[in-house]
């Protein structure tokens, strides 16, 4: 079966354009996380759907930063008016609903801001 | 003080070696435990669940101590593709659903 499903891949923007990430989570999967990586760094969690609702979206590190989920399964992620930090890898992942289901990752976006 | 902590390593050890990484989570609330491996400039892949009797796959071996709160990984008899990182996860119902991810742990295995 399909895993979760991220595009693009790759993405290199200027400073200061808007960019969308989407995730395509697993089928069935009612829960799913958007995180970043930097180079060498850990995961920063950014935001978290349980549907198409976001118990916490504690993570966005600025209001230039929203994301939706719609039908219970696509997401994007978008980030307004980008700024050289905004670069890093971006991680999704989706899991069933349960304490004990884990997290499976997509492949992730890598977002170059020039 | 951060939700899940692992010492950093980097570990490097000899082919063969056993080697072993520990995490601590700071919430006795906790409910799920899991090991992530992620290889460079890779996404994470699960490794293994942890269950409170602890567990085994092959080579791999995974602890729970609930009463002090820490987790294990035992990697017996390293190979070289066993070189990555490993990510200590505790999943805790305080937002929901939510996943805490330690910084994670470098092993490089050496021929």
């Known amino acids: 079966g399909a895993g979760v499903s991220q595009s693009p891949s790759n993405k290199v923007t200027e400073k200061g354009k808007d960019v969308e990430l989407r995730c395509d989570p697993i089928?069935?999967?009612?829960?799913l996380y958007w995180y970043r990586q930097s180079l060498g760094q850990g995961l920063e969690f950014l935001i978290y759907?349980?549907?198409?609702?976001?118990?916490?979206k504690s993570g966005l590190p600025s209001d230039r930063f929203s994301a939706e989920r719609t039908g219970g399964s696509v997401s994007t992620l978008t980030i307004q008016r980008t700024q050289q930090e905004d670069s890093a890898v971006y991680l999704c992942?989706?899991?069933?609903?349960?304490?004990?289901?884990?997290?499976?990752f997509g492949d992730g976006t890598r977002l170059s801001i020039l | 003080r951060k939700e899940v902590e692992q010492d950093p390593g980097p570990f490097n050890v000899p082919e063969g070696a056993t080697v072993a990484f520990n995490c601590t989570y700071s919430?006795?609330?906790?409910?799920?435990f899991f090991w992530y491996r992620q290889d460079c400039r890779k996404e994470p892949k699960l490794l293994m669940s942890?269950?409170?009797s602890g567990n085994e796959d092959g080579r791999f071996t995974a602890q729970l101590n609930r009463a002090s709160q820490y987790i294990s990984l035992l990697i017996r008899d390293s190979k070289l593709s066993d070189s990555a990182t490993y990510l200590c996860?505790?999943?805790?119902?305080?937002?929901?659903?939510?996943?805490?991810f330690g910084t994670g742990t470098s092993l490089t295995v050496i021929p």
């Open positions: 992942a989706s899991s069933l609903e349960g304490a004990r289901e884990p997290q499976h």
């Open positions: 089928s069935g999967h009612t829960a």
């Open positions: 759907f349980q549907g198409n609702s976001a118990p916490d």
């Open positions: 919430n006795s609330a906790s409910q799920s």
């Open positions: 942890v269950y409170s």
């Open positions: 996860v505790v999943n805790m119902k305080t937002h929901g659903n939510q996943f805490y």
